[in-house]
């Protein structure tokens, strides 16, 4: 199987490369009425001593130019987008549609509840299935993203213990596999992070767990399936250890979409989680957003929730702003309201039934690929993964040592695909983190299994070929450090006005 690489695309110019003197996109009518002066309007220290330089281009060219550009970029509904850790997930389309419909986009946020019943009746009913499918007992929808989520979730934590007059409790624990905001999450909150070293198969070492806790712990923060794509085998062993010492278990539900309909965090021993929708159900993911980052939690901690919460009393639904216990407000009003009827939408139109078929289809997908591409890859952790799997270039760099991980998804690109997440997590040197989404077709995973075996074949027999990569992108292989340290981001350099 030989992947064809694609055509080289041709770097679009700028849109002032492309303006000329005297072109115009539209032509304004005479306004009818006499011209003031800008003079006498702004004050002279907030007027421009000299006008902008704009592009001076028709319409149409705009039009096609935009539409260049937007072809350049590659995304999920151009193709396969390999990302693990992120899970670009499948969106369909009708979740928009029902998300931005004209009863929901102009609902003005000062509407009276009397007069907004239906999108109070969204925000109970997500509230409803997310604590059915987390298996927790309330739910808060205001949070902007995951991140915000897992902020507030050691917000009600360290809440709940100011309140019950436990001040001795300074410490979150906290897996080395962790996502990054797990211990930012808990040292804006002040607590001191204590990481855990996990253990050969890329799972929490229980005895070195146990060494760290103690009655200064209030929570651990753990992913499950980990960072590394593997379900915590001892997870009710954990949950039991920490409830012992007294502290909190946080589920960082990244990854619920490879559970879901499987098992529940909370019946697991999960006192709090976020939820990102995003990577679950459908909204948009990272810059595509707003976001949406749902907080579930235990009876324990429920006072805690930020307000309000959408509540019914048998006949009209309501925002309970009647909970002294709670962190406060972090949205302002509902939160990103259209995430949410997106959210529902798509759970409603799978149902129970689709959700755990979306969580199986999510794991059979990821373990096809890591069986197809183990004989060529080194596989981190060999064993049954379940949404996304790790391979490093360990089998590459005996042909080249310069033949890193990086090099290897540069040359992907030049297959037509967005590289996966490499170099994370931490604890994997040199790790592809590859993560199928469900919805991709056989075929689909084929053509990207054949793409990954001509690499590695180039890797043994045109080395050059990979480290020179990637071809056939409108820009080569760029100097990553350079860019991250020196951005240069204005067309007009430091001329600019």
Known sequence: MNAPLLNTPVLEPSIFELSHAGAQGVSLSAIGVDETPLESLIPPEFL?????????????DAVRHFLRLSQLNHCIDKEFYPLGSCTMKYNPKVCDYYGMLDGLTRLHPMTPGHLSQGALKIIYTLQQYLADITGFDAVSLQQAAGAQGELVGI???KAHFAHIGDTQRTEVIVPDSAHGTNPASAAMCGYKIVEIKSGANGLVDLDRLKAALSEKTAAV???????????????????RLVHEVGAFMYYDGANLNAVMGQAKPA???FDVMHINTHKTFATPHGGGGPGCGPVAVTKTLAPYLP??????????????????????????FYGNFEMMA?????????????????????????????ACLQEDYQVAFDQV???????????????????????????????GYHPPTVYFPLIVPEAMMIEPTETESKA?????VAAMKAIAEECRTQPELVLNAPHTTPVSKVDEVAAARNPNLNYFGQSAS
């Not at 689909?444 to 990207?448: C, G, K, R, V």
């Open 48 to 60: 421009r001593e000299t006008a902008p330089r704009l592009p001076e281009i028709s319409q149409m």
């Open 155 to 157: 917000m009600m934590i």
């Open 221 to 239: 923060m753990l992913t499950n399936p980990s960072t590394v794509g593997l379900f915590e085998k001892d997870i009710l062993e954990i949950t």
């Open 267 to 269: 019946q697991m021993g």
């Open 307 to 332: 307000a309000p919460i959408a509540d019914f009393d048998g006949q009209q639904y309501f925002l309970n702003e009647d909970r002294p216990l709670s962190v406060g407000k972090v949205k302002a």
């Open 342 to 370: 997106r959210a529902l939408t798509y759970i409603q139109a799978y149902g129970s039934q689709g959700l755990s078929q979306v969580s199986q289809d999510a794991v059979l997908n990821a373990n096809y690929l890591k």
């Open 385 to 415: 993964c379940k949404h996304e799997f790790i391979l490093t270039n360990a089998k590459q760099k005996v042909h080249d040592s310069h033949l890193n991980t990086m090099a290897i998804v540069k040359r992907l690109m030049d297959y």
């Open 444 to 448: 689909t995973l084929d053509h990207f």
